[in-house]
């Protein structure tokens, strides 16, 4: 305490002559971590808002050229590498790349995506059964199943992934499990606005008589 306002003038003075660099410092950071977040959330949204207007102008060429804007749009996923642009022009990519029989190609797009992507990016499981499917295609199916199993996708999406992998053993011939596989897509909802699924299950009986 102290008994004249003298007294708490003077001790105001020493702790600003002993403390005063440290709060000025203190300030002068804040104020540049401040400044520095406003500044990276400006520049962040600037790149944003250039990515979906290049992205937008793409959508012109591949409307008009197909497969031929497919260096545009390799570029475009080169120059946004890791976003979510990038990856919906890989998805285009692999598509315009199936439709033309390059499935090496489609491959490569929809296995950058894969990698690339987070995990709980919606547009990651689009990819892995993409991916899957198209190797079924070409009956490489120890890859489709290696494809399906390599990434952990969303509870939502098991009932998918056990529906294609039963599928997978069925052109396997290994039919028990393929019933497995199936029923643990049933189990997981399958069932739900896919009729189709429960007929692949009862099929299985057929099959194996017929082996």
Do not use: C, H
Not at 23 to 35: N, S
Not at 137 to 146: H, I
Not at 169 to 185: D, F, L
């Amino acid at each position: 305490m102290y008994d004249t306002e003298e007294q708490q003038v003077e001790a105001i003075k020493r702790w600003w002559q002993e403390n005063g660099n440290f709060v000025i410092v203190g300030i002068a950071v804040g104020l540049a971590v401040v400044l520095g977040w406003r500044l990276y959330q400006d520049n962040e949204l600037s790149n944003k808002e250039a990515a979906s207007s290049s992205y937008q102008a793409l959508q012109t060429s591949i409307d008009a050229k197909g497969y031929g804007a497919a260096a545009e749009l390799q570029a475009y996923i080169d120059s946004n590498k890791g976003s979510n642009y990038s990856f919906m022009a890989a998805l285009q990519l692999a598509k315009l790349a199936v439709d033309g029989d390059k499935f090496a190609e489609a491959e490569a797009q929809l296995s950058y995506v894969i990698s690339a992507a987070a995990a709980n990016n919606p547009l990651l499981p689009v990819a892995v059964l993409r991916l899957a499917r198209l190797q079924v295609t070409q009956a490489k199916y120890d890859e489709a199943l290696a494809t399906l199993t390599a990434t952990t996708l969303d509870v939502a999406f098991t009932a998918t992934v056990e529906e294609l992998k039963g599928d997978i053993y069925v052109a396997q011939n290994v039919t028990e499990k393929a019933r497995i596989a199936y029923q643990a897509a049933i189990d997981n909802g399958g069932l739900e606005n896919n009729a189709v699924l429960q007929t692949k299950i009862n099929q299985l009986s057929v099959i194996e008589a017929a082996q």
